[in-house]
């Protein structure tokens, strides 16, 4: 018996409320001062709470091992990363509402800057171009490209860079690895087949970001693209099916929507402003009884390797707090998908901080929420796919197992 199935044997139904807030690449490593992007900032509501609750490390996949963020979020979800392995670009496919049907490919697009004589990805987010011009780059995108050689192509708008598109004929396969060098100032990586049966989807893929790169190249800053996650789409038992619960997303980013849809949440409206996201909790707060809270910018600055301006992110979510807790949760959580440290910019292996707080907790004492207090927290380090399980407990929501 898979621990999913173990929790969905054992849960049952009542009105108390869960609130999981994930700070997207929470984790991080210490900066200058010896603190990390958590550990230095201001955060008095996080440090109240933190003396209040159970605290300890999440390890999303496995040691050593670096998350994506779609793995990263199955485990917080209760599912086990290994055994269900989604790509990127479904998530980001359903999260801007894009018909994916069966045999075709999806991909999660950024727009880009390259230096098209040398083959050179200069930058990977073509400078975070504004979300009204990457529409009209898709618009132009659209007129153009229609098709490549059999396959019909399909484009989506979504946040500031990133796109989506959808390839759609025979023969198709998701086997194929990112078209991408991940890197700044590198030569582009291009997509290449993981098996025979993905040959035709490499040769679709390659041919269709050269003929973007060729409708694009007198664009600036965004005169190419780049894809990744190459995915169809599969089937996961939703959270109400395991856990008897009515769960609502509220994100604000395309490829979370998408993520919590595949899980068979539904989609609230969270508004473009983080005050706004933390302002509609209490929209819903009468319908559903487990919320889903995503912010997206702590990975996203950890990324861009500015701790500065990660530390403000996290310091605004402390002060947007009272939003949430005046709302009075039965059980809540705070932590990451993945670390994203300032000093990497981009994800890593670290396992990420917990903070549980509910009537129920084995109080910590500790003095402020952050990575060095999580490691010595009651609920030491702990794979990430039982938090769910943690959550239902302490949410009265599981029965005793066994007689």
């Known amino acids: 018996m898979s621990r999913a199935e173990l929790l969905q044997s054992l849960a049952t139904e009542n009105e108390k409320k869960i609130l999981l807030l994930v700070m997207d690449g929470l984790g991080g490593l210490p900066g200058e001062e010896g603190s990390t992007e958590l550990e230095e900032a201001v955060t008095p509501l996080m440090n109240r709470l933190a003396a209040e609750s159970e605290m300890g490390l999440l390890s999303m996949v496995d040691v050593g091992i670096t998350p994506g963020s779609g793995p990263g979020h199955l485990a917080l979800f209760g599912y086990d990363p290994l055994t269900w392995s989604i790509g990127r670009g479904i998530l980001e496919a359903l999260g801007v509402g894009a018909h994916v049907g069966a045999g075709d490919v999806c991909a999660r697009g950024n727009f880009c800057t390259v230096d098209h004589e040398k083959n050179i990805i200069v930058d990977r987010r073509a400078g975070r171009i504004p979300t009204e011009k990457s529409e009209e780059i898709i618009k132009k995108l659209q007129q153009a490209i229609h098709s490549i050689d059999d396959v019909k192509v399909t484009f989506y708008p979504g946040k500031e860079h990133r796109f989506v598109v959808v390839f759609s004929g025979e023969g198709l396969s998701e086997a194929v690895h990112d078209a991408d060098p991940q890197k700044d100032g590198h030569p582009m990586r291009w997509a290449v087949a993981q098996n025979e049966e993905a040959k035709k989807t490499e040769r679709i893929i390659n041919g269709f970001i050269r003929r973007v790169w060729e409708v694009l190249k007198s664009e600036t800053p965004a005169n190419g693209c780049l894809l990744r996650g190459f995915s169809s789409a599969p ?3 939703s959270l109400s099916e395991l856990y008897k619960i009515k769960p609502i997303a509220l994100a604000t980013y395309p490829m979370y929507r998408g993520l919590a849809r595949l899980v068979g949440m539904d989609i609230g409206e969270p508004g473009e402003t983080m005050e706004e996201l933390f302002h509609s909790v209490g929209r819903y707060w009468s319908e559903y009884n487990f919320f889903y809270v ?10 861009d390797g500015n701790f500065g301006e990660k530390v403000k992110v996290i310091e605004e979510v402390d002060r947007l707090l009272p939003k949430i807790l005046d709302l009075k949760p039965d059980v809540l959580a705070i932590t990451g998908d993945h670390s994203t440290p300032s000093r990497l910019a981009g994800h890593s292996w670290h396992d990420v901080p917990v903070l549980l707080w509910s ?19 009651t609920l030491g380090r702990l794979p990430g796919e039982k938090l769910m399980g943690l959550l239902l407990a302490h949410s009265l929501k599981l029965e005793k197992y066994g007689a």
């Open 235 to 237: 089937h996961l038992p």
């Open 294 to 303: 995503h912010v997206k910018y702590t990975d996203s600055r950890g990324e």
């Open 359 to 377: 009537p129920y907790a084995r109080r910590s004492g500790a003095l402020f929420f952050g990575e060095r207090s999580c490691a010595s927290g």
